[in-house]
């Protein structure tokens, strides 16, 4: 109830010294009295969680200046529901170091103030996996990484399109990651990858989850930044054949590369299609390729050696 905490949201801000914090945990009305806490310059929380499922639990706090709430440094913050809307009102470190940043909303209106900001001003600092899911997905672009930043994972699942409808209208190669390792897209977020900027060395790209019209014309672009890639691993889960044309850029040769088609799928359309269409893949280790035998009647492809030599095709080199 509101009388819990009202007299601590009448103090004025920063007026409530509590020093250096391991935890910090606020949930439902509690977090209004966030701005008036004054945590050490130097505090370092392993984990910060915040949760609201009622707009009225941060009636208070959503009217704060943007970056106007210094938190120090966070290892791992989690925002649930409406305090999700937070984030811009919150000031990191610019030393920070995050092992993990998640965000999952599945309506609108939990991202909107994060929406209304601009472009790469919500500073994270380092982090080290980031994971974004449904209307989340839309904040990536206002998101801002520490220039030596390397991410181990990054993690975008948007089962509907309205969950990228804000990244769809950006330009491509405009939303900087940094370095990256992992990458995963689930859905519609494979919308996101023509957007990424950058040159980057992966080490495994997982898409998963793409039906047959999930995709616009810009993932399939020869001039975005993505064509110059160098994947290892490549992963097609649980879509259409189509999202295999996304290997434009096959001056890379992939280790290994899978595709998992979608459950109970039947292959009979591909047989008039092989005559006219084939899909080049580009280099593959011989030992690295991994699609059913149906789906590789239509597929262009060079298997090579560890020197990256052209070798001839053989069966053993498949899995179906």
Not at 30 to 41: D, G
Not at 134 to 147: A, D
Request: glycine share 4%; with cysteine; charged share 30%.
């Amino acid at each position: 109830r509101i009388e819990h905490v009202s007299e601590v949201i009448r103090a004025e801000n920063n007026s409530i010294k509590l020093g250096k914090v391991n935890k910090l945990d606020l949930k439902l009305l509690t977090i209004n009295i966030l701005p008036k806490l004054q945590l050490h310059e130097e505090n370092e929380m392993e984990e910060f969680l915040l949760s609201a499922d009622k707009k009225e639990h941060v009636s208070e706090i959503i009217h704060a200046e943007n970056n106007s709430i210094c938190i120090g440094k966070v290892k791992k913050l989690e925002l649930e529901l409406f305090a999700i809307n937070i984030l811009p009102k919150m000031k990191l470190h610019e030393e920070n170091k995050m092992d993990r940043f998640s965000l999952s909303a599945d309506k609108e209106e939990y991202v909107s103030e994060i929406i209304r900001v601009g472009n790469n001003t919500i500073w994270l600092g380092k982090v080290k996996s980031l994971e974004l899911s449904g209307h989340s997905v839309n904040t990536l672009p206002k998101l801002r990484l520490h220039e030596e930043n390397v991410m181990e994972d990054l993690v975008l699942n948007a089962p509907e399109l309205e969950h990228v409808s804000e990244i769809t209208s950006a330009e491509n190669n405009s939303i900087n990651t940094r370095k990256l390792k992992n990458l995963e897209l689930r859905g519609y977020a494979i919308n996101v990858l023509p957007k990424l900027q950058g040159e980057h060395e992966i080490e495994e790209l997982v898409i998963a989850n793409v039906g047959r019209r999930f995709c616009s014309d810009d993932v399939f672009s020869s001039d975005i930044d993505f064509c110059s890639w160098k994947i290892k691993m490549l992963k097609i889960e649980n879509s259409a054949i189509d999202v295999l044309k996304i290997r434009k850029g096959k001056g890379c040769v992939l280790d290994h590369f899978e595709f998992v088609p979608r459950k109970g799928e039947s292959f009979s359309y591909l047989k008039p299609r092989k005559a006219f269409s084939s899909i080049d893949i580009g280099r593959v280790r011989e030992r690295g390729l991994f699609v059913p035998k149906e789906v590789r009647s239509i597929l262009k492809y060079t298997l090579v050696d560890d020197e990256g030599n052209g070798v001839e095709k053989k069966k053993k080199g498949f899995i179906w």
